[in-house]
C-alpha cells in the first residue's frame, strides 16, 4: 500500500550504521551503485539519489512499486517504503498525511509513526504523531463513513512520517529486504554449487554479507550429467539476478573420471574423499581468480558426510577457510529461504543421475584412515582438473 501520488522509494540500511563515516560513505557507494544496476536491469525508470544514511529512488508513480521491490532485493538493504516527498513544513506534511488517509485509509484501527532526523527543525517526532494523528482522525470524522480509531500497538494502517534535513516523507508501508552488506562490500570467495537445495542459498548468504562469489560445478561425469550440471546452472542464473553488475560465470571442473575411481576403488569415506576433491580443486581456481575463501551447503548433522567429525577431517584438504553459511541451519529454513529467494524451483528439477553414495558411510572418519584408503594421487587428481576447469556462461 502507497499514499496517492507516491514516486519515491525510500532505502534504509542496517549494519551500514555500525561502520566508521569513511567506510558507510563507501559502502553506501557501493549499495547505490548496485540498486542503480538493479533498476537497469529490469528496465525501471529511476534516479538513485546519494543521500547520507538514506538513499532515495527517484521514479513516477507507475514504476515505483517495481523500485521498491528491486531496492527489497538490493544487498544491504533493510527496508524499503514506497512514499511521498513533501518539504518539511509541518503544515504540508498534515495535509499529506489528510490526502492519503482519505485514498487509503478505509476501515480499523491506525497510528501515526513519525520520525525526526534534523532536531533544528521547530517541531519534534511527538508533536508530529500527536498533530498528525488528530488530522488523520478530523478528515475521516468529516468525510467518511467509518469512524476512526487508534491502536498504537498493533494498527490496521500505519502513516509513516519521516523527516530529514530538507526534505520529508510519508508513506504506509516498509517492506522487508534481505540486509547484510551491500554486494562487493567484501572480497570474492569460491562457491561450490551442486544445483541441490543448499549450495545456492548458502551462495546467496555469502552474496547477503558483500562477497560477489565464483560459482565452481564439479562434473560427475556418469553420476551426474546434462540435467545435473543444467539445474546447478539454472540456480546460478537465478543468483545472477541478484547481481547484475558482476560477473556470475561459472566454473565447471572435470570430475567424473575421478568420481568413477573412488566408485571402484572406496566404499566407506568415498563421499569424504569426494568432498576433499572438491575442497582442492575450489582452492587452485580460488588462487586463480584471486578469492579467499570456499562456500558450500553443509550442515552440521543434515547428511552423514557432514558430521563434525567428518567436516573437521575433510576441511583439512585445503588451507582456505571453508564458510558454511548453514552449519547450523535447520533443513525447514534452509528450503524456506530457498523458496523466498527462488532457487528452490531450479533445485528440485529432476536430475535423474545415478548415486555416488555407497551403502556404507563413514560417520566418524579420521584422517589417517581415511588418507590410507583413498587414492593416493587423489589432490594432485583435483588440481588438475582446476586448471582444466572450463568457463560457461549461466
Ligand atoms: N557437483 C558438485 N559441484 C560443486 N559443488 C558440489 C557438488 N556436489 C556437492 N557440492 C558442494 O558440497 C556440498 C555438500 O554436498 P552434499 O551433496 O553432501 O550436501 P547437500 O547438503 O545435499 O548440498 P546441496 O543441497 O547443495 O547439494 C554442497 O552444499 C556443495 O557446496
Not at 172 to 187: C, I, K, R, T, W
Given at each position: ?194 544445483g541441490g537445495i543448499d549450495s ?168 589417517k584412515r581415511l588418507l590410507e ?18 568457463l560457461v556462461e549461466p
Amino acid at each position: 500500500m502507497r499514499p496517492p501520488g507516491a514516486d519515491t522509494v525510500l532505502v534504509r540500511h542496517g549494519d551500514l550504521n555500525t561502520k566508521s563515516n569513511t567506510v558507510k560513505r563507501y559502502m553506501e557507494d557501493l549499495l547505490a551503485a548496485n540498486l542503480e544496476a538493479l533498476l537497469e536491469d529490469r528496465s525501471i525508470p529511476g534516479e538513485v539519489e546519494r543521500r547520507w544514511n538514506r538513499p532515495l529512488i527517484h521514479t513516477d508513480e507507475d514504476a515505483v512499486d517495481a523500485a521498491t521491490a528491486a531496492a527489497t532485493d538490493t544487498f544491504g538493504v533493510v527496508s524499503a517504503s514506497p512514499a511521498v516527498t513533501v518539504s518539511t513544513e509541518k503544515a504540508r506534511i498534515l495535509e499529506v498525511l489528510e490526502e492519503t488517509a482519505r485514498e487509503c485509509y478505509d476501515g480499523g484501527t491506525f497510528a501515526v509513526d513519525a520520525r525526526r532526523a534534523d532536531k533544528t527543525l521547530p517541531y519534534d517526532s511527538e508533536d508530529l504523531a500527536r498533530e498528525g494523528g488528530a488530522a488523520i482522525w478530523d478528515v475521516v470524522e468529516d468525510e467518511c463513513e467509518f469512524e476512526p480509531a487508534v491502536d498504537l500497538d498493533d494498527p490496521d494502517v500505519t502513516f509513516g512520517v519521516e523527516v530529514r534535513e530538507d526534505l520529508a516523507f510519508v508513506y504506509l508501508e516498509s517492506v522487508s529486504g534481505p540486509g547484510g552488506l551491500p554486494l562487493g562490500a567484501q572480497e570474492k570467495t569460491i562457491a561450490l554449487v551442486s544445483g541441490g537445495i543448499d549450495s545456492p542459498v548458502a551462495a546467496y548468504e555469502m552474496m547477503r554479507r558483500g562477497s560477489p562469489i565464483v560459482p565452481v560445478y564439479v562434473d560427475l561425469g556418469q553420476y551426474g550429467g546434462i540435467d545435473h550440471e543444467a539445474r546447478a546452472m539454472e540456480t546460478v542464473r537465478t543468483l545472477a539476478e541478484y547481481a547484475p553488475n558482476f560477473d556470475m560465470q561459472a566454473y565447471k571442473v572435470p570430475g567424473g573420471e575421478t568420481v568413477d575411481l573412488l566408485v571402484d576403488e572406496m566404499e566407506v569415506g568415498r563421499m569424504l574423499s569426494l568432498r576433499r576433491f572438491f575442497y582442492r580443486a575450489a582452492e587452485v581456481l580460488a588462487e586463480r581468480v584471486d578469492a579467499h575463501g570456499i562456500v558450500t551447503g553443509e550442515a552440521v548433522g543434515q547428511k552423514s558426510s557432514q558430521t563434525v567429525q567428518n567436516l573437521g577431517v575433510t576441511s583439512r584438504a585445503t588451507s582456505l577457510p571453508i564458510h558454511r553459511p548453514l552449519l547450523t541451519w535447520d533443513k525447514h529454513d534452509i528450503v524456506d529461504r530457498a523458496r523466498e529467494i527462488g532457487t528452490f524451483t531450479d533445485s528440485t528439477i529432476d536430475a535423474g543421475c545415478n548415486r555416488v553414495a555407497p551403502d556404507r558411510t563413514e560417520t566418524n572418519a579420521r584422517q589417517k584412515r581415511l588418507l590410507e584408503s583413498e587414492p593416493d594421487d587423489l589432490l594432485e587428481r583435483a588440481e588438475e582438473a582446476a586448471r582444466a576447469a572450463e568457463l560457461v556462461e549461466p
